[in-house]
């Protein structure tokens, strides 16, 4: 019986393929677990693998710092040689990084069948290295997992060669399973200086790369009207560091820089906070699971998730400072109630994906 290979390179892709991997293990489906190695720090990769109690990966990669196109060379001349070893029936990828284009490429080099859980997804800004990875993801894809309507209709406009379901994202049943247990397992707020903040996150390359814009959140952030909780991510601590502006920024008394939280303690905080302001395509879905339900400031010039905007959950706010903060206080200040349901599903989405792997492939 030939497994599921499982692919995982980054944070939110160890977060939102935990859900699978533990759907497939309920069905004893043999599967194979794959870290290819694009994030490597221990608070960006095994903490998670940790956290979410998931089996040690059968198979992980180190990768050294590089350019974007060798990180995505490497990934795919190390997937090529595991994939040929282990001959998957299908390899699932989730997302839109270098490492799911690179192994959705070997996969196909190697006549194995691709599933793109979260597909269909358009920024339509061509700017973004994630808009090139998730299109040629998909396009490349035998299953592709859409996790809404608008995912679908994309899809179809593309005329994508592959199988679409809709199935929800498995953000959702993420933050379902794990709620009750970081609220009993988490000390983060005994850390945290403020009793009301902002919670933020920033860390997309065409933000944080470009100094202005690294320079407009920092300005916005410390002239918020609320404080603000910051987790920081290591590119962004890189190019404050590189700036010089890291040790400036921690002394601000309005912002609390935080090193990269594990995923109990950040559900914690965005269950906690009054706001999120970020950049983060996972961050804006979890903001409207049922149990969290945050306004969401949306620190970039689109989105690829606008269903949560389209709920009343968040805003494209852009990324100048003076927008930032005007419409901190204006969300602040309205309070308006947010729907209940969220539009990314309810929590069910990794059983609707092996409910569907099981009727296509043979196990
Ligand atoms: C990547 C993804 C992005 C995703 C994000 C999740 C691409 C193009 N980008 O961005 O879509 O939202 O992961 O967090 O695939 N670094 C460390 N330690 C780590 C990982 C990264 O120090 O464990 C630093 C390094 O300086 C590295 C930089 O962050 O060069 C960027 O890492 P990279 O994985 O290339 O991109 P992310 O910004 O993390
Ligand atoms: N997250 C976390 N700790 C942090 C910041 C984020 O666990 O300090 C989680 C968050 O809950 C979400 C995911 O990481 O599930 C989002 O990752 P990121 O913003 O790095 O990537 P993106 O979703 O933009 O691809």
């Known amino acids: 019986m030939k497994p599921v290979m499982v692919a995982v390179g980054t944070r939110p892709e160890i977060i939102k393929m935990a859900p699978i991997i533990r759907a497939l293990k ?3 489906i ?25 089996p040690a990966p059968d198979y992980a990669h180190q ?3 590089c350019s974007q196109g060798a990180q995505t060379a490497q990934i795919i001349i190390r997937m090529e040689r595991l994939l040929k070893k282990t001959d998957p029936a299908t390899v699932l990828v989730e997302g839109d990084t270098n490492g799911v284009l690179a192994t959705a490429l070997a996969a196909v080099k190697c006549g194995i069948r ?7 997804l358009r920024s339509f800004d061509l700017h973004m290295p994630e808009e090139h990875n998730r299109r040629l993801t998909d396009h490349i894809s035998t299953y592709l997992f859409a996790p809404t309507r608008a995912a679908e209709n994309n899809l179809k406009q593309e005329n994508v060669w592959g199988d679409i379901y809709v199935t929800g994202n498995t953000v959702i049943d993420a933050v379902m399973q794990h709620m009750p247990i970081a ?19 920033a860390h997309r390359a065409e933000n944080v790369d470009d100094l202005a814009v690294l320079k407009n959140f920092m300005q916005a952030f410390a002239e918020a009207p609320m404080p603000v909780v910051c987790p920081l991510h290591p590119r962004t601590r890189k190019r404050l560091r590189q700036n010089s502006l890291y040790r400036k920024i921690s002394q601000f008394k309005n912002i609390q820089i935080l090193p990269p939280l594990g995923y109990l303690d950040f559900l914690v905080l965005m269950k906690h906070c009054e706001l999120i302001i970020t950049d983060s395509g996972g961050v804006q879905e979890e903001a409207t699971a049922p149990n969290i339900r945050k306004p969401v400031l949306v620190a ?3 989105t690829e998730r606008p269903e949560a905007a389209e709920a009343g959950f968040s805003h494209v706010v852009g990324t100048s400072k003076e927008k930032i903060v005007n419409m901190i206080r204006n969300v602040l200040t309205r309070q308006r109630s947010l729907p209940q349901k969220s539009p990314y599903g309810e929590g069910n989405a990794a059983d609707k994906i092996v409910e569907i792997l099981k009727s296509k492939i043979p196990f």
Do not use: W
């Not at 794959?34 to 979410?52: A, K, R, T």
């Not at 691709?114 to 269909?120: C, K, L, P, S, T």
């Open 30 to 54: 043999p599967s194979v677990f794959v870290h290819c190695g694009q994030h490597y720090d221990y608070n960006m990769s095994q903490q998670f693998i940790e956290e979410l109690e998931l």
């Open 300 to 302: 970039r010039l689109s």
């Open 183 to 201: 609220q009993k397992k988490s000390r983060i707020m005994e850390t945290v200086n403020f009793k009301k903040f902002i919670l933020a996150t």
């Open 114 to 120: 691709v599933g793109h859980v979260e597909a269909g």
């Open 26 to 28: 309920r069905n004893r």
């Open 63 to 65: 990768l050294k710092t």
